[in-house]
Structure formats: C-alpha cells, structure tokens
C-alpha cells in the first residue's frame, strides 16, 4: 500500500525559512509525479508545485515562484519543498500527493493525484 508522509512544519516568522519532506513508501516504483498542495482555513485548496520523475518537469503557482523549491532524493523517495521568504498568507495545511506512471509535464491539479499525506501545518505569524 503506497504511503505519503509529510514533516518540517511549524511556525515561523515572516521572512523565515521551512523545508517540507514527502517521504514515499509502499508500492510505489518505476516513474511517478509528486505534487505539493496547501489548504488555508476557509480557501479552497491550491496546488503550488510539482516535479515529476519522468521527465523531470517542475511546476510552480505564480505566487510562490522564485520564494519556494522543489527538489526530489530518488534513493530516499522524498520530496522536498523549501520555503524561503515566507508570508503570513502561506498559512496552510500543506499536503503533497503521487500520481504513478510516466508523467510528462508535470500539472498543479489535485484530481490527478490519487494518494495523499496527512499533511503538515505551516504557520507564518510574528
């Protein structure tokens, strides 16, 4: 059975660093797409970045380009996702999601994800 498990929230300042793990367990090999996705209280949630094993696409939302990175550990199947120069409006669930198989251009779609993580709260507050 395919497991997400996501870590390394908390609360920060604004201006401040995170760095979120997704580590993948269970039945998952060959090529796959992991996708991050956040939910803040009363918004509907939103993808933000994504990065696929296939073709090594990655995707970013607008507003968090050039502030966070995507980066992947293919022995380790983790998934990393630093956030640098955080703001108040990051506060958020965040979650990360796989889709197996060849993914060409990775897409910031939660409907094509099927396996999700608990998720891991992010608090940005002076």
């Known amino acids: 059975q395919l497991q997400l498990v996501e870590s390394g929230g908390g609360l920060v300042q604004p201006g401040g660093s995170l760095r979120l793990s997704c580590a993948a367990s269970?039945?998952?090999?060959?090529?796959?797409?992991i996708g991050w996705f956040r939910q803040a209280p009363g918004k509907e949630r939103e993808g933000i970045s994504c990065?696929?094993?296939?073709?090594?696409?990655?995707a970013y939302e607008d507003s968090v380009k050039g502030r966070f990175t995507i980066s992947r550990d293919s022995v380790k199947k983790t998934v990393y996702l630093q956030l640098n120069s955080l703001k108040p409006e990051d506060t958020a669930v965040y979650y990360c999601?796989?889709?197996?198989?060849?993914?060409?251009?990775?897409?910031?779609?939660?409907?094509?994800?099927?396996?999700w993580g608990q998720g891991t709260q992010v608090m940005v507050s002076s």
């Open positions: 999601a796989v889709r197996t198989g060849f993914v060409w251009g990775c897409r910031l779609r939660g409907s094509e994800y099927p396996d």
């Open positions: 269970g039945l998952i090999s060959g090529y796959y797409a």
């Open positions: 990065i696929s094993t296939g073709d090594g696409s990655i």
